[in-house]
C-alpha cells in the first residue's frame, strides 16, 4: 500500500480536515495544536506579567518590556509554533517546551533575561493547560458555536413564521391527528433550542491556579507573606476565566462535561428536527428544490433526497457520541491526576466540528424546502373525522350522553367525509347556533391559535 505524508483534504483520515474541511476551518483557531501551543504561551506570559505587576519581583528596566511581551502573542504563528514542537522533540513535554521557547526570547531583551527563571514560577503543566483550553472553549462557544446554532435557528424562525397560518395534519403516532400548522410545528423546535442556547451561555469554564496539587504548596514555602488565594483568583479573573479554589492537580473538567450536555440536549432536539423534517419531506408536505446538474440517485434520475436532514442527522448523532464521552471520561481523575484527560481534552474540536457541520447541513436543506400547500390542503379536507376531537367537546359541554363513546362509534378507524360529518351533526340535540359553528369548520380551519403561536415565537 502506497505511503500519502502530505495532509490534504483528500489525504486526511478525519472527513473533519477532509471531506468537511471548509465547514470546520473556523474551529482551526480555537482547538488545533497550533491554537493549544498559542495559547499556552499567552498564559505563560500574562502570569509573568501579572507577577510584575503585584511585585513579586522586578525588572532592573521596565522599558518597552510591555510591547516585548505582547510582541511574541501577536507574532506567534504556525511557523513559531513549529519552533516549540522541535523543542518538545526534545523534552519530550510539550508545556515545558513553551517554557523554553519563551526563555530563548527572553535572551534577546537585556532585562527579561535576567528574570526568565520567573517563566512557569510556581506553576505545574496543569496550571497553564486547564486556563489555556478555558480560553479556547470559551472563546470557541462565543464566537463560533452560538452564532452558528443562533443561526440556524434564526433561519428556522423566519421558517416558521412564513408558515405560521399554513394548516397541515398531525400525527401522533403515525396516524391522523388534530390539525396544527406548518410554522407552529417549526416554532416548537426554535423555542426549545433557545432555551439550551440560555443555558449554554450561563455556564462558564472554570480555571484553578493553585499548583502540584491544589494546595498552593510551594507557593506559601517560597512567599509566605502573599495572599497566595486572591492572587490565583484574581489572574484567572484577569484572564476572564471563573476561578476554581478546590481541584487536584487538574481542574475537574466539570464545567466543560455542562457545556457537552447542552450542546448535546441542543443537538438532540435538532435530530429531532432533522427526522421529522425528513418524514414531512417523504410525506410530500414539503418539496425541495432541484438544483442543475445536481443527482439525487446514480441509478433513479427522479430523486430529489432530503440529504441535506441526512446529513445533519448523522453528524448530530457523532457529535453526541462525543460530548457524551467527554461528560462520562472527563470529571473523572484518578487520586489528584491521572493523565488519561490529556489525549481526550485534545479532540474537543472533534464535538464541535461534527455540530458545526450539521448546523450548516440543516441550513442548506431548509434553504431547499417550500411547503406542498396542495398536498397538505387536500390531505386535511378529506378527513373530517379529525374534527371528532371538537364534537365531543362541544357535546360535552351541553351535557349530551356518552358523547366520546358516540364520536369513536362514528369515527375510530374510519375515514369520514364532508357528507357523512354533516349528518352527524345534523342529528345531535344541540342548540342551532352551535350547529352551525360546528358545520362552519373544516379541517383545515380547525387549528386553534396554531398560527398565533408560530408568529410569536
Not at 114 to 125: A, G, M, P, Q, R
Amino acid at each position: 500500500m502506497e505511503s500519502i505524508s502530505e495532509l490534504s483534504p483528500l489525504s486526511a483520515v478525519s472527513p473533519i480536515d477532509g471531506r468537511y474541511s471548509k465547514q470546520s476551518e473556523c474551529l482551526r483557531p480555537y482547538f488545533s495544536e497550533y491554537a493549544l501551543i498559542k495559547h499556552r504561551v499567552l498564559v505563560e506570559i500574562k502570569w509573568f506579567e501579572f507577577m510584575i505587576q503585584r511585585g513579586i519581583f522586578t525588572l532592573d528596566s521596565e522599558d518597552d518590556y510591555k510591547q516585548f511581551l505582547e510582541d511574541i502573542i501577536i507574532q506567534f504563528d504556525c511557523a513559531e509554533a513549529e519552533k516549540v514542537k522541535e523543542i518538545e522533540d526534545e523534552t519530550k513535554h510539550d508545556v515545558k517546551a513553551v517554557e523554553y521557547y519563551l526563555k530563548d526570547k527572553f535572551d534577546s531583551h537585556e532585562a527579561l533575561k535576567k528574570k526568565k527563571e520567573f517563566l512557569h514560577f510556581t506553576c505545574t503543566s496543569e496550571d497553564i493547560n486547564n486556563l489555556s483550553y478555558a480560553l479556547m472553549l470559551k472563546n470557541a462557544v462565543e464566537e463560533v458555536m452560538l452564532p452558528k446554532l443562533e443561526g440556524l435557528i434564526e433561519k428556522i424562525r423566519e421558517k416558521a413564521h412564513e408558515y405560521a397560518d399554513i394548516p397541515m395534519m398531525s400525527r401522533t403516532h403515525g396516524q391522523s391527528a388534530t390539525p396544527t400548522t406548518v410554522g407552529k410545528e417549526l416554532a416548537n423546535f426554535v423555542f426549545r433550542v433557545n432555551r439550551q442556547i440560555k443555558v449554554i451561555k450561563e455556564i462558564k469554564p472554570l480555571g484553578k491556579f493553585n499548583g502540584a496539587v491544589g494546595n498552593f504548596n510551594a507557593h506559601v514555602v517560597t512567599f509566605p507573606d502573599i495572599d497566595w488565594e486572591e492572587l490565583a483568583q484574581s489572574f484567572v479573573e484577569s484572564l476572564g476565566i471563573e476561578y476554581n479554589p478546590y481541584s487536584t492537580q487538574i481542574e475537574p473538567h466539570d464545567s466543560l462535561a455542562q457545556i457537552s450536555n447542552a450542546f448535546s440536549l441542543a443537538n438532540t432536539i435538532l435530530i429531532d428536527f432533522a427526522r421529522d423534517m425528513w418524514g414531512y419531506i417523504s410525506l410530500a408536505y414539503f418539496k425541495q428544490q432541484t438544483v442543475a446538474g445536481e443527482v439525487g440517485s446514480s441509478t433513479m434520475p427522479h430523486k430529489v433526497n432530503p440529504i441535506n436532514f441526512e446529513n445533519g442527522e448523522g453528524n448530530l448523532g457523532l457529535a453526541n457520541s462525543v460530548f457524551g464521552f467527554f461528560t462520562s471520561k472527563l470529571p473523572i481523575s484518578r487520586f489528584q491526576r491521572d493523565l488519561s484527560d490529556s489525549t481526550v481534552m485534545r479532540n474537543i474540536g472533534v464535538a464541535f466540528a461534527y455540530s458545526i457541520g450539521a448546523y450548516t447541513a440543516l441550513g442548506r436543506g431548509l434553504a431547499r424546502i417550500e411547503v406542498n400547500k396542495e398536498t397538505v390542503l387536500e390531505e386535511l379536507d378529506s378527513h373530517y373525522e379529525l374534527l371528532a376531537e371538537v364534537v365531543q367537546t362541544v357535546m360535552r359541554k351541553y351535557e349530551l350522553e356518552n358523547p366520546y363513546e358516540k364520536l369513536k362509534e362514528f369515527t375510530r378507524g374510519k375515514t369520514v367525509t364532508q357528507e357523512d360529518f354533516t349528518k352527524f351533526i345534523d342529528s345531535l340535540s344541540l342548540p342551532e347556533d352551535e350547529k352551525e359553528k360546528l358545520l362552519s369548520l373544516t379541517p383545515s380551519k380547525y387549528v386553534g391559535l396554531a398560527g398565533k403561536l408560530a408568529k410569536q415565537v
